[in-house]
Every structure is written in C-alpha cells, then in structure tokens.
C-alpha cells in the first residue's frame, strides 16, 4: 500500500562550497577599496546639515592628514548645561567645553599643535596647511565655530573646513 | 625514489576566517565621504591698523544672519535662503561686459598683456632696489606680487586673448553671523556661495575648454596635471572667491 517511502531514499547532494571563500574575499576586497576607516566615535552628537558643491575631503582623509573636531550636545543629557549653549566639543573622544567654557581656552590649540607635532615625517605639509575639520551639528551655535576658529588663527594653523553632508554626487 | 604523497589541507574554515576578516572592515569602516568647504582663515596680525581700510560700498556683499536664523542680504531680508546664489551672480555678472558707474555693483577693470609685463620689468627692478638695501621684508613682498602678476600673465595666455575682464580687487563676499545663529544656516550660506561661484565657473570652463568645471576640479584633484591646474588657476583668476567671515561679537 505504501507507495511513499518514508526514510531512506537518495540523500541530498553534497553542495560544494569550495568557492565560498573566493566569494567571500571578493566582498571583504570590495569593503576594503571603497571605505574608509572611521576615526573615533564622537562623544557628542553630530547630524551634520545638508549641502551641495562642497570638496571631498577623502583624498587627504586616506592620508590621515586632516584633524577632526566635533560640535554637538553631549551624548550624556545630563551634562549638557555644564557647557556655554549646551553644545559640547570633542576633541580625540574627550569632551571639552567650548572653546571659553570650563576647562581651558587653549583647548583647540593644544590639541593642534600636539596633533601636528605627532604627524609622521611623511607628512610635510606646514601647519597653516593641515585641514582642520569641524564636524558640526546643525543646531550648533556658529559662535562656537568661530570661536574654534580664532583659536586655530592664534597658532596659525589656517586652512579650516566645515563639514557637511553632501546631497549631489559630484 | 618514491614520490610521497602531498597531503591534502583541508580549507573548509577558510571561509570562516575570510568573513571574520570582513565581518572586521564591516565593523571599523565607514561608507560615507567627508565633504566640507575648505576656507583659509585670514594670517593674524601683529600690529592692529589704527585706521580702518576704506571699502566702496559697491563692492560689499554682505550676507547676515542673526540670533533668530533670519537673513539680509545687502539689506534686504531673504526669507528664502537658496536665492541668495542667484544674487551673487548678480553681483558678479552686472559689470562683467560694461562697466555701469550707476549701479551698486563691482566694477571690472581690463588686464592686457603689456600691463603684465610693464608691471613685471617694474617689480624686477625694485625687487632688486630692495635686496640692495638689505630689506628682506619689502623684497619678499615684491617676490609675491610678481608672482601674481606672473600668474595672470599665463592666465591670460591660456585665455587666448589679449586682454581679460578682472573683478575689482576690493570686491568680496561677506559672512557677518551672530553667535547663536544655527551652523545650518552658516553652511547654508556657504553653499550658496559655492553654488554662484561653481555655476560662473562651469560656464566659463565650458566655454574655454568644452569640459565641466567639477570634472576639471576632481581630475586635478586625483592626478594633479599641471595643464588642470593652469585652467583651474584661469578660472580662479576670472572668478574670484574672496569670502570674509566676520568674528561675531558677544
């Protein structure tokens, strides 16, 4: 009466994965090319605005040659009023008070020129030619960034770049 | 002698550690591109000038924005940000074929080919009065306009002309923010001046060299070619971008 065998039968095929790693590296190779690695996550909040027509800044990025500092409230609400409008920087994930806040006023500057004093030989850029990122949220007060600004024109580092997000493709 | 065997290496956890390896990149890696506009912050001073410099109103453009993220250009309130670039153009384009004293515009003035080189022969000789003297202060001055006269002499051989239409010198474009204007608003300016600056640009490159500005400028970016960066250096020259970003005061 059984016409439906149960058990036994053919086994499936053996699928041959011999090929998976080839597939595999051919992702990690592509993941490889087409990103860059992120340098720190920021310990403020950061949704940079929108813009077009602005410079990729990925080039000099790949040569680590830019230094990036953040703009934004501090992850921790709590801390928030601790700083002038609320708005906290961060500098190699340590949050400072804006440039005239808490700690201390030559924040930036320090930072800089501890930045430009570890860059490697290869680098021969002069300090008024290293960018300085601003990476900026888009509530941020533009008090501060000028604030950041005059700091970096005190030790002459002079090539500063506001950071947005760019809507077009070129 | 007998040939042994060469064993066989079992590679099946390859794929393991192929995607540990891509589970990695995935992980420490970003997708997104760093884009932002790169400005030059004026060198500081040592000695403030006891006399302000004295700037026709005709060659300001001042763009504002106060506490309340409400903007005026040149006195007029602009509810609408992104008509700010078709301002600018004005601003470059009105006196760009004739100049028209009755507008509050900047006037052009005409570069020619001899003016380059009397310019150059004048510089030379007191490059070397001043080397004479010892004052090396004053000759590196003169070294740096001569460079610039130099500069636009080749730009104007690439121009193809004898002559070439210059912005006045004074002419600039200025960001007066308040302290607690939004940074949104700030690049909102910025890119509005990129955007004029770009389009006049892109046209003229277009015109001269039948090639897109932004191709121009990426390719220049990648393999530097001086021929790319003569262009770039006409354009530049043609088209100005002078932006002042004035300090708000507390």
Same mark, same amino acid.
């Given at each position: 009466?059984?016409?439906?065998?149960?058990?036994?039968?053919?086994?499936?095929?053996?699928?041959?994965?011999?090929?998976?790693?080839?597939?595999?590296?051919?992702?990690?190779?592509?993941?490889?090319?087409?990103?860059?690695?992120?340098?720190?996550?920021?310990?403020?909040?950061?949704?940079?605005?929108?813009?077009?027509?602005?410079? *990729?800044?990925?080039?000099?990025?790949?040569?680590?040659?830019?230094?990036?500092?953040?703009?934004?409230?501090?992850?921790?609400?709590?801390?928030?009023?601790?700083?002038?409008?609320?708005?906290?920087?961060?500098?190699?994930?340590?949050?400072?008070?804006?440039? *005239?806040?808490?700690?201390?006023?030559?924040?930036?500057?320090?930072?800089?020129?501890?930045?430009?004093?570890?860059?490697?030989?290869?680098?021969?850029?002069?300090?008024?030619?290293?960018?300085?990122?601003?990476?900026?949220?888009?509530?941020?007060?533009? %008090?501060?960034?000028? *604030?950041?600004?005059?700091?970096?024109?005190?030790?002459?580092?002079?090539?500063?770049?506001?950071?947005?997000?760019?809507? %077009?493709?070129? | 002698?007998?040939?042994?065997?060469?064993?066989?290496? $079992?590679?099946?956890?390859?794929?393991?550690?192929?995607?540990?390896?891509? =589970?990695?990149? =995935?992980?420490?890696?970003?997708?997104?591109?760093?884009?932002?506009?790169?400005?030059?912050?004026?060198?500081?001073?040592?000695?403030?000038?006891?006399?302000?410099?004295?700037?026709?109103?005709?060659?300001?453009? #001042?763009?504002?924005?106060?506490?309340?993220?409400?903007?005026?250009?040149?006195?007029?309130?602009?509810?609408?940000?992104?008509?700010?670039?078709?301002?600018?153009?004005?601003?470059?384009? &009105?006196?760009?074929?004739? $100049?028209? +004293?009755?507008?509050?515009?900047?006037?052009?003035? &005409?570069?020619?080919? #001899?003016? /380059?080189?009397?310019?150059?022969?004048?510089?030379?000789?007191?490059?070397?009065?001043?080397?004479?003297?010892?004052?090396?202060?004053?000759?590196?001055?003169?070294?740096?306009?001569?460079?610039?006269?130099?500069?636009?002499?080749?730009?104007?051989?690439?121009?193809?002309?004898?002559?070439?239409?210059? =912005? #006045?010198?004074? #002419?600039?474009?200025?960001?007066?923010?308040?302290?607690?204007?939004?940074?949104?608003?700030?690049?909102?300016?910025?890119?509005?001046?990129?955007?004029?600056?770009?389009?006049?640009?892109?046209?003229? /490159?277009?015109?001269?060299?039948?090639?897109?500005?932004?191709?121009?400028?990426?390719?220049?970016?990648?393999?530097?070619? +001086?021929?790319?960066?003569?262009?770039?250096?006409?354009?530049?020259?043609?088209?100005?971008?002078?932006?002042?970003?004035?300090?708000?005061?507390?």
């Amino acid at each position: 009466m059984s016409k439906f065998k149960k058990d036994g039968g053919k086994a499936s095929p053996q699928m041959n994965t011999a090929s998976l790693p080839d597939i595999v590296f051919m992702l990690l190779f592509f993941f490889m090319v087409a990103t860059t690695s992120k340098e720190t996550d920021p310990t403020v909040e950061v949704d940079p605005p929108e813009g077009t027509k602005s410079t *990729d800044l990925t080039p000099y990025k790949q040569r680590s040659e830019i230094d990036f500092l953040y703009l934004g409230a501090p992850r921790n609400p709590a801390r928030a009023s601790a700083f002038k409008f609320g708005y906290a920087l961060s500098l190699d994930n340590v949050v400072q008070a804006t440039a *005239d806040g808490l700690y201390s006023t030559s924040a930036v500057s320090r930072w800089k020129k501890d930045k430009f004093a570890q860059k490697p030989s290869r680098m021969t850029a002069p300090l008024e030619e290293v960018i300085t990122c601003v990476k900026a949220d888009k509530t941020a007060p533009t %008090g501060i960034v000028f *604030d950041i600004r005059k700091q970096l024109q005190d030790i002459d580092a002079l090539t500063i770049a506001y950071a947005i997000r760019d809507k %077009g493709n070129i | 002698m007998a040939k042994r065997a060469i064993p066989e290496i $079992n590679a099946g956890s390859m794929a393991d550690i192929a995607f540990l390896l891509l =589970l990695f990149f =995935l992980v420490t890696t970003t997708m997104d591109r760093d884009q932002a506009y790169v400005r030059k912050i004026p060198k500081k001073i040592d000695v403030p000038l006891d006399q302000d410099v004295e700037v026709e109103k005709r060659n300001i453009l #001042a763009i504002k924005a106060n506490n309340q993220n409400q903007l005026m250009v040149r006195g007029e309130v602009f509810s609408d940000p992104s008509k700010i670039s078709e301002f600018i153009l004005k601003f470059y384009q &009105t006196n760009e074929k004739v $100049n028209d +004293p009755s507008n509050n515009f900047p006037m052009y003035s &005409t570069t020619t080919l #001899a003016l /380059c080189e009397q310019q150059m022969t004048e510089l030379d000789s007191q490059i070397e009065e001043a080397e004479r003297v010892g004052n090396s202060k004053l000759a590196e001055f003169f070294l740096s306009s001569y460079d610039e006269w130099n500069k636009k002499k080749q730009a104007l051989k690439l121009y193809g002309k004898d002559e070439m239409r210059e =912005l #006045a010198v004074q #002419a600039h474009i200025r960001i007066e923010v308040q302290e607690q204007t939004a940074y949104s608003i700030f690049s909102q300016i910025h890119n509005e001046i990129e955007e004029a600056i770009f389009e006049l640009r892109d046209k003229e /490159c277009m015109r001269l060299f039948s090639e897109s500005y932004g191709i121009l400028k990426r390719r220049h970016a990648q393999d530097s070619d +001086p021929k790319d960066k003569s262009k770039l250096d006409l354009l530049e020259i043609l088209y100005p971008a002078r932006i002042i970003e004035v300090t708000p005061k507390n």
